[in-house]
C-alpha cells in the first residue's frame, strides 16, 4: 500500500526558516514524481513544485518559485518542503503528493501538515 | 497560467438524487490531462478520475467523468451519504497545473 506521512503541525514566527517532510512508502519512491500542494481558505489547493527523486528534476509553480525549496533523500525515501523566512501569508495546510503514471495525477496524498505563522 | 472554474459553488441535493457537476478551463485542457479529486472534512483530497473519463482505483461506479477541450463534467448517480463533500477538478496539461475552486455537495 503506497503511503505518504508527513511531519507534525507546526507553529511558528514571521521570519523564522522552517523544513517539513514527507516519508514515502510502499513504492519505489525513487521512480515517481512527489510534489507540494497548499491549501488556504481563500486560495483553495495551490499546486507549489514536483521533484523527481531519481535524478532531483525539479519543477517550481512561478508563484512559489524562490519562495520555497523542496528536496528529497532518497536513502531515507522522504521528501522536503523548506523555507528560509517564513510570512503570516504561508499559514496554510500543506500537502504532499505522489504523481502516478499518467502525468501529474495525484495519487496518493499525505495527511497534510498545518503550518501557522503568527508573532 | 489555465483557469479552471466550477459550477455551482454549492449543490444541495438528496441521497439517491444526481449530481453533475461542471469544470471550465480558460483555455483548452486536452483530456488526457484533467483529473477530479473529492475531499471531506478533516481529510486529504483523493483521486477520483484522471483523463477525464477514467475511475482511479477502488472508485464506484457511480462516478463518472466526462468532456473535452474547456468543458468537464462529472456525474454521480444515485448520491449516497458518503459522497456529501466538495469536489475540484485539476488540469495538468500545462505549467503550472492548477485546481478549481471546489463545489460543494451537501445534504438538502
Known amino acids: 500500500e503506497v503511503q505518504l506521512v508527513q511531519s507534525g503541525a507546526e507553529v511558528k514566527k514571521p521570519g523564522e526558516s522552517l523544513k517539513i517532510s514527507c516519508k514515502g512508502s510502499g513504492y519505489r519512491f525513487s521512480n515517481y514524481w512527489i510534489g507540494w500542494v497548499r491549501q488556504t481558505p481563500g486560495k483553495g489547493l495551490e499546486w507549489m513544485g514536483i521533484m523527481y527523486p531519481g535524478d532531483s528534476d525539479t519543477r517550481y509553480s512561478p508563484s512559489f518559485q524562490g519562495q520555497v525549496t523542496i528536496s528529497a533523500d532518497k536513502s531515507i525515501t522522504t521528501a522536503y518542503l523548506q523555507w528560509s523566512s517564513l510570512r503570516a501569508s504561508d499559514t496554510a495546510i500543506y500537502y504532499c503528493?505522489?504523481?502516478?503514471?499518467?502525468?501529474?495525477?495525484?495519487?496518493?496524498w499525505g495527511q497534510g501538515t498545518l503550518v501557522s505563522v503568527s508573532s | 497560467e489555465i483557469v479552471l472554474t466550477q459550477s455551482p459553488g454549492t449543490l444541495s441535493l438528496s441521497p439517491g438524487e444526481r449530481a453533475t457537476l461542471s469544470c471550465r478551463a480558460s483555455?483548452?485542457?486536452?483530456?488526457?490531462?484533467l483529473a477530479w479529486y473529492q475531499q471531506k472534512p478533516g481529510q486529504a483530497p483523493r483521486l477520483l478520475i484522471y483523463g477525464a473519463s477514467i475511475r482511479a482505483t477502488g472508485i464506484p461506479d457511480r462516478f463518472s467523468g466526462s468532456g473535452s477541450v474547456t468543458d468537464f463534467t462529472l456525474t454521480i448517480t444515485r448520491l449516497e451519504p458518503e459522497d456529501f463533500a466538495v469536489y475540484y477538478c485539476q488540469q495538468f496539461g500545462s505549467s503550472p497545473c492548477t485546481f478549481g475552486q471546489g463545489t460543494k455537495l451537501d445534504i438538502k
Open positions: 503528493v505522489r504523481a502516478g503514471t499518467s502525468g501529474w495525477v495525484f495519487d496518493s
Open positions: 483555455q483548452s485542457v486536452g483530456s488526457t490531462y
